[in-house]
């Protein structure tokens, strides 16, 4: 079945380390990739996107990702993480093929220790 | 900027009784979307509206209905709440299928 899977339900970081979130899609084509953030209490952000092209990812907030097409991935990281980075993070796709609807992973929760 | 306002941030309601979620933007977007967000299942597309009048189904349409009479209004009607419906709620838009979607703040709906 055709799917976005974030292996990671909940990560721990030390503020000033570095993140790493993963997120990888099973479909047959090459989709169009994104990574939202939502805090509590509040709705989905964009941090980035990928459409074509370069395969690193700038974003906003100092986040970046990378697509690898050998492995059906767009890994979300920061090199440096602040507190106000604690929040859950979605990596979603959207396909030509399925009407461009957007289909989400079930997410990742991003706990900062101080 | 980007605005997509959902009229309310929290609501309770009753089983049986007929709820109305509402969403406006201000960005002219062709296309609007609700979402039902639940801890472990990530976002799940009820329906969702490339153009006036027009609705499609997503994943979980069952129970939930929605009107587009305006652009820039797209309303989610459950027909007879029940408790599974407790949840958050998610409207966005964009401008186009590829776009990125904006989404509002959502509305945290309880059903006693």
């Known amino acids: 079945a055709q799917s976005v899977t974030q292996p990671d339900i909940h990560i721990t970081v030390s503020e000033g380390a570095s993140l790493e979130l993963r997120c990888n899609y099973s479909y047959g084509a090459t989709p169009y990739l994104f990574w939202y953030v939502q805090s509590p209490g509040q709705g989905l952000q964009l941090l980035l996107k990928?459409?074509?092209?370069?395969?690193l990812v700038q974003g906003i907030k100092g986040f970046e990702a990378e697509f690898k097409r050998s492995q059906s991935s767009f890994n979300l990281r920061k090199p440096s993480v602040h507190w106000s980075d604690a929040a859950e993070y979605f990596c979603?796709?959207?396909?030509?093929?399925?009407?461009?609807?957007?289909?989400f992973g079930a997410g990742t929760t991003v706990t900062v220790r101080a | 900027d980007v605005k997509v306002t959902q009229s309310s941030r929290y609501l309770v309601k009753r089983t049986g009784e007929k709820v109305f979620l509402e969403c406006v933007q201000d960005?002219?977007?062709?296309?609007m979307f609700w979402y039902r967000q639940d801890p472990g299942l990530g976002l799940r597309l009820i329906y969702f509206s490339y153009d006036v009048k027009m609705k499609e189904k997503g994943d979980i349409p069952e129970g939930y209905s929605v009107s587009r009479e305006k652009k820039e209004r797209f309303s989610l009607i459950l027909e007879s709440a029940s408790t599974n419906q407790t949840s958050m709620y998610l409207c966005a838009s964009s401008f186009n299928g590829v776009q990125p979607q904006h989404f509002g703040d959502g509305t945290r709906l309880s059903i006693l």
């Open positions: 960005m002219d977007h062709e296309n």
């Open positions: 990928y459409f074509s092209g370069d395969t």
């Open positions: 979603a796709v959207v396909l030509r093929s399925n009407d461009y609807k957007l289909s």
